[in-house]
């Protein structure tokens, strides 16, 4: 076995100095050159023509798909914020009219029930022609005909018409049902009968012509009747109605509620 070494590394040896020699002519370089070249060109062209064919198409589509997930993603968090954000946005609205109501009551030192719409209006009625609201507040609960309701500002809306043992129904300003005596602010006196005419305004009737009634003057409630406590706001003169050969006069007012974002009413006790 000693004596084969010696004689394989021998060979091996002159094996390589043959190469260097053949390798050391630039012609035969570039014969080898040339042959590597012819057999190893195609298989390279071959190889890099399917990366670029292949590889691009599986990245991208990888890409796709992951990008419409986070998308996907994206848009189910962004529908959830604003959900959210809307409810949060409802329930500071709720709570700002809920302590404009606490603050109005301490004001007048008054007693108020909190009662929420629950319906308003038939169904074949306009959102603004709907004259009347149900509230989710009844008998049960103490509401009684005639007790006023009024906005979170202290405003009046309307008046009980009708109650059952858990709801009540009450009519808004422009309502023909909805009668009440009022006054001038700071009169302290009656000086007509205000009620809603067609459901467009809320007009004062059976003003007498000594009566002095100015436009923009303050319309409140006079007390008159009762259960309506004095000095509830109404609105603004509009327009007076004044004819020479009529016994009364009239009025139109501008009520100072906004009827069309009511949820909630506060009954006064």
């Known amino acids: ?9 021998l060979v091996v040896l002159g094996g390589i100095i043959v190469m260097i020699l053949i390798l050391g002519s630039s012609n035969s370089l570039g014969f080898f050159s040339g042959m ?17 064919k292949i590889r691009p198409t599986e990245i991208d589509q990888m890409s796709n798909s992951d990008l419409i997930a986070k998308l996907e993603l994206i848009e189910k968090d962004n529908q959830r914020l604003l959900s959210e954000n809307a409810r949060l946005l409802t329930l500071e609205d709720e709570n700002k009219r809920l302590r404009d109501y606490l603050v109005f009551a301490q004001e007048k030192k008054v007693s108020l029930q909190m009662a929420e719409i629950i319906s308003r209006g038939l169904a074949e009625d306009s959102w603004h022609n709907r004259k009347t609201i149900t509230l989710d507040q009844g008998s049960d609960d103490g509401v009684t005909v005639g007790q006023p309701i009024v906005s979170s500002e202290g405003v009046l809306i309307g008046k009980i018409t009708a109650v059952k043992n858990n709801i009540a129904e009450a009519c808004l300003l422009y309502s023909l049902d909805c009668r009440l005596a009022v006054g001038l602010a700071g009169q302290g006196k009656t000086i007509g009968i205000a009620q809603g005419d067609l459901g467009l305004n809320v007009v ?33 003169v509009s327009q007076v109605i004044k004819q ?18 009511l ?4 009954i006064l006790k």
Not at 244 to 261: G, K, M, R, T
Not at 263 to 266: E, K, L, S
Request: hydrophobic content about 45%; cysteine-free.
């Open 263 to 266: 949820r909630f009413v506060a």
């Open 204 to 236: 004062i009737e059976l003003i007498p012509q000594s009566q002095e009634i100015l436009e923009q003057q303050m319309i409140v409630t006079s007390g008159l009747e009762a259960g309506m406590p004095p000095g509830l706001l109404i609105g603004r």
């Open 36 to 52: 590597a070249r012819a057999i190893f060109n195609p298989f390279a062209t071959l190889i890099h023509q399917l990366g670029e």
């Open 244 to 261: 020479n050969n009529e016994l009364w006069q009239s009025a139109i007012i501008e009520p100072a509620a906004n009827f069309d974002n």
């Open 1 to 9: 076995m000693s004596n084969k070494r010696p004689v394989a590394t």
